[in-house]
């Protein structure tokens, strides 16, 4: 098979997979010294800031009008509303968890997408959502009765609603190039952290770990801009579909990361309910589509897949983004 052949795209999918995977341990270690919007505006601030950079180097146009607005409004929802639940959530649950939750966006936007006449609805849709939530409902019986917070795992529901409306909203968005569409994105999500920080009173402090600076310093170059830019190579080799099994792989590189470096413990809830999850998605949402006959797709269906630039830099799965997370 031709893929199987991309050594590079195969490298680049090992190396986001890896990079993404570690990004929701170095947010439990930032929020251990940092209130979570000051870390996370922080962190997005200076992403930016590279990603400005890169713009600058490489001559990219800044967007106008309607790309502008677009380009904005999707930063504020993909990083700015998605991390500040995500980094809440993870003060009070640990990253294995919140990391395999994050595996939902990708059926989260293909229901969305359903939802807002994007998609055809599909049958086997159903299935992996019914089989996704039997999983999360596993895995949530045993942080519930260790009396972590309802808030903390309604926070990361809703950062996985947040991302994959961002990826659903890419698509009725003007073209722009990826790199511009995040730095202008991060841009106005960290002015809207910094602000948020401000407004809810969080202490803005330098970092005085050791462990801290690395966290951000992780976040910041491997978790943000690395990760997109190997993210970047996939989408352009295998396309969004085929990318978006990044989303399948990192809960599992996050949990061996978090529980090495932060003491996860391998409960049976995690163990059960994170295959369910995974199984879900795959059925929902990974699963080639090949029984359905080209001759019943709308124009309207076919034009979001016209626009891979604006679908998958971003780490929203099939739409996304994600390995950001």
């Known amino acids: 098979m031709q893929l199987a052949r991309d050594r590079l795209a195969l490298g680049a999918f ?26 996370a505006a922080l962190r997005f601030g200076a992403a930016a800031l590279l990603l400005l950079a890169i713009m600058a180097a490489r001559r990219l146009a800044w967007p106008r009008g309607r790309a502008l607005a677009g380009s904005v409004l999707f930063g504020l929802l993909n990083f700015g ?61 045993a942080p519930l009765q260790a009396e972590v917070p309802v808030t903390a795992l309604l926070a990361a529901l809703g950062s996985v609603l947040s991302f994959a409306q961002a990826a659903v909203l890419v698509r009725r968005l003007p073209k722009v190039h990826p790199v511009t569409m995040n730095a202008v994105g991060m841009t106005a999500a960290a002015v809207a952290l910094f602000a948020g920080s401000l407004a809810v009173g969080d202490e803005w402090v330098r970092p ?16 943000s801009v690395l990760t997109f830019i190997c993210y970047l190579v996939v989408i352009q080799r295998w396309g969004a579909s085929r990318a978006a099994y990044v989303f399948v792989v990192i809960p ?17 809830s995690l163990l059960l309910g994170a295959p369910l999850i995974l199984v879900g998605v795959y059925l929902g949402a990974l699963r080639p589509a090949a029984e359905e006959p080209a001759a019943e797709e709308s124009p309207a269906e076919e034009s979001p897949a016209e626009e891979p ?11 996304g983004d994600g390995p950001e997370g």
Do not use: K
């Not at 599992?252 to 049976?268: F, H, K, M, N, Y």
């Open 208 to 223: 005085e770990r050791a462990a801290t600076w690395w966290a951000l310093a992780y976040l910041v170059v491997a978790g």
């Open 252 to 268: 599992v590189v996050t949990i061996a990361a978090s529980a090495w470096l932060d003491d996860e413990p391998l409960t049976v």
């Open 309 to 319: 630039d604006g679908d998958g830099p971003d780490g929203d799965g099939p739409d």
């Open 81 to 141: 509303v998605t991390f500040a639940l995500a980094y809440y959530a993870l003060l009070h649950i640990h990253a294995g968890l919140g990391q395999t939750l994050l595996s939902l966006v990708p059926l989260a936007a293909l229901l969305l997408a359903v939802a807002q006449h994007q998609e055809r609805f599909r049958r086997v849709a159903l299935a992996g959502t019914l089989c996704a939530v039997a999983g999360v409902a596993v895995m949530s019986r």
């Open 14 to 39: 090992a190396v986001t997979c890896l990079l993404a995977g570690g990004n929701a341990v170095g947010i439990r270690f930032s929020n251990r010294e940092l209130d979570p919007l000051w870390g």
